[in-house]
């Protein structure tokens, strides 16, 4: 019978937004279950009964333009084309992809005939080398720097639970 599940995979993403040497990213992952009534003889009341984990990196990339500066045309002056920085954030030359890390683990169980059903995980993310505008002063002709920067959190639970009641 079948009752234990792996499955690994790997993602490369290039993109044209993220400078040459930062290119291509790439995001592993991995998960894995093990369905506990499929390998044991449990009580009828027990319909179905599953435990897993799993492990994943993704990631992302940006808006064009945050790796060089822009120009554009703004009139003339004697016949001449007036040029002129057109973005008003400093660019960043090394940028990095944002990378995201997750871990979930969790169970489903079902009873009575699947009358009855609870699944439950748990989940822990964590974002790193976000793409982000950090404020610098109007006095430099800019006001903001792009910049790799900031790391967010998030843990938490998802409950679900099922009844056919008739």
């Keep these: 019978r079948d009752y234990l599940f792996l499955t690994l995979t790997t993602r490369g ?5 993220i400078p040459e040497d930062n ?21 009828d009341a027990l319909s179905y009964g599953k435990v897993r984990a799993s492990w994943a990196e993704i990631g992302g990339d940006t808006d064009p333009y945050r790796t060089s500066l822009t ?13 002129t920085i057109t973005q ?6 090394d940028l990095k992809p944002t990378s995201t890390r997750e871990i979930e683990l969790g169970f489903e ?12 995980t748990w989940y822990r993310r964590s974002t790193v080398d976000q793409i982000l505008d ?10 903001a720097r792009t910049a790799n920067s900031g790391e967010i959190r998030n843990t938490g639970v998802e409950l679900l639970l099922t009844s056919i009641p008739f």
């Design 71 to 83: 120009y554009g045309i703004i009139g003339q002056h004697q016949g001449q084309a007036l040029e």
């Design 109 to 120: 169980t079902q009873f009575f005939n699947d009358r009855f059903g609870v699944d439950f």
């Design 134 to 143: 950090v404020t610098v002063s109007s006095a430099s002709g800019y006001t």
């Design 23 to 43: 290119n291509p990213f790439v995001y592993p992952s991995v998960s894995g279950s093990f369905v506990f009534t499929d390998a044991f003889d449990l009580p």
């Design 88 to 93: 008003l954030s400093v660019p960043l030359l």
């Design 13 to 17: 993403d290039w993109s044209s937004t």
